[in-house]
């Protein structure tokens, strides 16, 4: 079975631009969860998408939102970049059902690194 | 409030010792509880989970974690480290009641000697 797909891999942009960063999950996991990994902050968590609606929310501000789509794709996006969005962007996916712990193990995919200058 | 603490931010140790990365958690409610792997450049890695049972967690690449409840722990051991294990660990813990979501300790690095 593939395992979490995540485009581009690596990314510049400049102060101000937006980005939108792809996923897609395992086959058959219908949720998305999407974290920021930075040296400082390690990782933090920033939302989590199940059936195309936003499910949970990390203390992240309005400039980062994303979407999930039928198939269970996912993309996020980061308005009006900063530098300090300059991290690795991490995507999981998991079964969605809430009654047993498999909700919470989560399979990572590569990693989307962007850099802002 | 969660929350996830790996005393340790690296550690060296020689090929063919053993090995044992710490994690403390913090938790009102049934913890489940995960170590994953990252590999510069790469994403992570799920090693092994505990969920309920058997406190002695068995993963993949030989590795193991042992849950203890009074002492708030899920330390992961290795018997004999390899140079390939050379790596940042990360511990998770999560609840089904309220936020879907891991919290993760901050990471230990790992530098295997020859």
């Known amino acids: 079975k593939a395992g979490v797909t995540q485009t581009p891999r690596y990314l510049i942009k400049t102060r101000g631009q937006q980005v939108t960063l792809s996923c897609s999950p395992i086959s058959g996991h219908r949720s998305v969860s999407w974290y920021q990994q930075t040296p400082g902050q390690g990782l933090q968590f920033l939302f989590e998408?199940?059936?195309?609606?936003?499910?949970n929310k990390g203390n992240f501000p309005g400039r980062f939102s994303g979407r999930q789509f039928s198939n269970s794709r996912s993309e996020m996006n980061v308005s009006t970049l900063e530098l300090g969005d300059s991290a690795l962007y991490l995507c999981?996916?998991?079964?969605?059902?809430?009654?047993?712990?498999?909700?919470?193990?989560?399979?990572f995919g590569p990693g989307t690194r962007l850099t802002v200058t | 409030a969660q929350s996830v603490t790996q005393p340790d931010i690296h550690i060296t140790v020689s090929e063919g010792a053993s090995l044992e990365l710490r994690c403390n958690y913090s938790y009102g409610a049934t913890p489940y509880l995960f170590w994953y792997v990252q590999s510069p450049g790469q994403g992570l890695q799920l090693l092994l989970k505990?969920?309920?049972?058997?406190?002695l967690v068995q993963g993949i690449k030989g590795f193991e974690a042992e849950f203890k409840r009074s002492q708030s722990s899920f330390n992961l051991r290795k018997p004999s480290v390899h140079w390939s294990d050379a790596a940042e660990y990360f511990c998770a813990v999560g609840a089904l009641t309220g936020a879907n979501n891991l919290f993760f300790g901050t990471g230990t690095r790992l530098t295997v000697i020859p």
């Open positions: 505990y969920f309920s049972g058997d406190t």
């Open positions: 998408y199940f059936s195309e609606t936003q499910r």
């Open positions: 999981a996916s998991s079964l969605a059902s809430r009654t047993s712990g498999l909700a919470l193990e989560q399979y």
